[in-house]
């Protein structure tokens, strides 16, 4: 865990992925993926592999994509891995343009035995922080399901507002949120 690239926060590390990392969690090669992560893998991480495999083609299509690739959130005390965030274009994708010039829009998922611990919330900020600071980025987009009730406290607690809403060909309608971190 000490040889990637991480941001910490008070409890967590937020782990960046890499091409290789993502090829093996598309192939099912989960040894190879837990020495190149430096971290157990879980049964929860492999049921997004469809992410695993969207986020390498993208990465493959287009280098610029390549440091924005997830990240793994794994407990710093225990290295145990409670979930991923990321983000799901580089930076200004023209699908934003009108909405949020510039920014980006970002996901996360803590797996179930690790909710409601202020984890998510954690990770988030340790993350729009690191990107302000060390990427210039601070215009966010989050789209939210209506009935996400704890992500849409924890946009809300981070200074995010709802700007709109639209039809997810996934998960139906999300209500979008968009902050200008400080």
Known sequence: MDGQQSIRTARLCLLETSVALLEACATDNLAQAERLLGVSLCEDWQTDKWLWELRLAEAKKDPAFLPWLPRAIVLADSSQLIGHLNFHSAPGPSYLQQIAPGGLELGYTIFAPYRRNGYAEEAVTGLLKWTAKHRGVRHFVFSIRPDNTPS???AHKLGFSKIGQHEDEVD?????????WP
């Open 152 to 154: 849409v406290r924890i």
């Open 172 to 180: 139906g309608t999300e209500d979008i949120y968009s902050c200008h």
